[in-house]
């Protein structure tokens, strides 16, 4: 949209330059950032690996839509059946452009990367045709630093199909350890799926070059980019990935959309999820057949004003430039890492190097509790998440139950992570700690 191209402040970008955002002009398109907390305090942002704010453009449609096109979509005969119909493969179209998908019919509308993740893991388990059904003697492979919406389906596959479950392990300093992935994965392991960016650790993983591995074995590569889509450029055929989660609520988007992206020839051998209307070509008594991918995966009435919202989001980041984003994302990172290490009494965990990483920093404070960390931070009205992150088997690889997390986005600023040094210096004086 012109608009958002005009307001975003973006500067050239090549391969030497990857470009800076005007964050000022970006901070403007976001109304929540101006909000005032308790005692007047200016809200700090620093929760998007959680959920991430949404501008004013992604507002607009939302609102847009269901004031003057609110309709259901594929069925009805209708003008606003027909905008709204149009808006919808719209969203899908601007989607698949984005991440490099080969046709908007590879990318499947869910309502979050959780369902995306189950609806692979429970389909591969029934799979005809030349994807075989996952069972015993089949392996399945992931890795200690996965959220648990890439854990606990592929725990119940393979409970379900008697399919071992296997996994890489951490490092000291939050990496994958690679040292045994010709082990690891073998003419046994039918499916990998694994985290492009930790949302504990921060941690962006070799994707490509473990995807080529699961390739040389006949395995499929499954990857969890929940944290990933958000801040890093994206093509899918690059990545090497046959199928990719993600959700819009944490790129700017609304809440209750995902993503699923699968190469076509993969998605038309899965049999369906759910069952249920708009997702058959016919119905009797005795049998159905299935309409084309994506529609196959879709049953029911769609997210649609959340696909339209998810839409303008894409239009948003796009006209940014993605490249602006990750160079944003980067920068800050590593001004935040730097500013960190000034406090003996705090222990970052995970990679303390901006390289290969994103932009979630989770950490300990010395003899203080994350969720006491977080509500001091809060009360100075710096806003960061506390817990396990739906991340347990990382935190108990470190030996911890949980920590506390700044993570950054694209209207994050310096002074904002200042502000978030100067509240833990604070905390650390109010515990007496160090």
Not at 87 to 116: D, H, L, M, Q
Not at 171 to 181: H, N, Y
Not at 207 to 224: F, N, P, Q, S, T
Request: charged letters at 20%; one cysteine or more; glycine letters at 10%.
């Amino acid at each position: 949209m012109s608009t958002a191209t005009e307001r975003a402040g973006v500067v050239g970008r090549s391969a030497d330059n990857a470009g800076s955002l005007d964050v000022a002009a970006v901070r403007a398109d976001f109304p929540i950032l101006g909000r005032r907390l308790a005692d007047g305090r200016l809200l700090a942002y620093l929760d998007s690996a959680n959920t991430s704010q949404k501008p004013v453009q992604v507002l607009d449609a939302l609102s847009e839509h269901y004031r003057l096109h609110n309709a259901n979509v594929a069925r009805a005969v209708h003008q606003l059946g027909a905008e709204a119909t149009d808006a919808y493969e719209g969203a899908r179209s601007k989607v698949a452009g984005f991440i490099g998908a080969a046709s908007p019919a590879e990318v499947v509308f869910t309502k979050n990367s959780t369902e995306a993740l189950n609806l692979v893991a429970s389909t591969l388990g029934t799979a005809g045709g030349r994807t075989r059904p996952i069972g015993p003697g089949d392996e399945i492979v992931i890795s200690e630093m996965e959220h648990h919406s890439n854990i606990v389906p592929w725990q119940l596959l393979a409970q379900r199909t008697g399919a071992t479950l296997r996994w890489f392990g951490l490092t000291g300093d939050g990496r994958l350890d690679l040292s045994s992935i010709d082990a690891l994965i073998t003419e046994r392991t039918r499916v990998v799926s694994l985290v492009w960016v930790s949302n504990l650790l921060g941690t962006v993983n070799p994707v490509a070059d473990i995807a080529r591995r699961a390739h040389e074995v006949g395995a499929l590569m499954v990857v969890d980019a929940s944290q990933a889509v958000p801040q890093l450029p994206v093509d899918v055929a690059a990545l090497g990935a046959d199928l990719m989660a993600f959700t819009g609520h944490k790129m700017c988007g609304p809440t209750g959309i995902g993503v699923l992206w699968g190469r076509a020839e993969l998605l038309e051998e899965l049999p369906p999820f759910l069952g249920g209307g708009s997702m058959i070509e016919s119905v009797s008594m005795e049998r159905s057949t299935y309409a084309p991918i994506p529609h196959k995966f879709e049953a029911g009435t769609p997210p649609i004003a959340q696909a339209v919202g998810l839409g303008a989001a894409v239009d948003y980041l796009s006209a940014l430039g993605m490249d602006a984003v990750a160079h944003h994302e980067r920068r800050l990172t590593d001004y935040a890492l730097t500013r960190l290490a000034e406090l003996t009494e705090v222990r970052v965990v995970g990679p303390t190097s901006a390289v290969d990483r994103g932009g979630a920093i989770s950490f300990v404070v010395d003899g203080v509790h994350p969720h006491d960390v977080a509500q001091v931070l809060d009360s100075v009205g710096v806003e960061i998440r506390a817990g396990h992150h739906c991340a347990k088997p990382a935190h108990a690889r470190f030996g911890l139950q949980s920590t506390a997390r700044a993570s950054f986005y694209l209207y994050n600023t310096d002074e904002e992570v200042d502000r978030l040094i100067d509240a833990l210096d604070r905390t650390i004086r109010f515990f007496g700690v160090g």
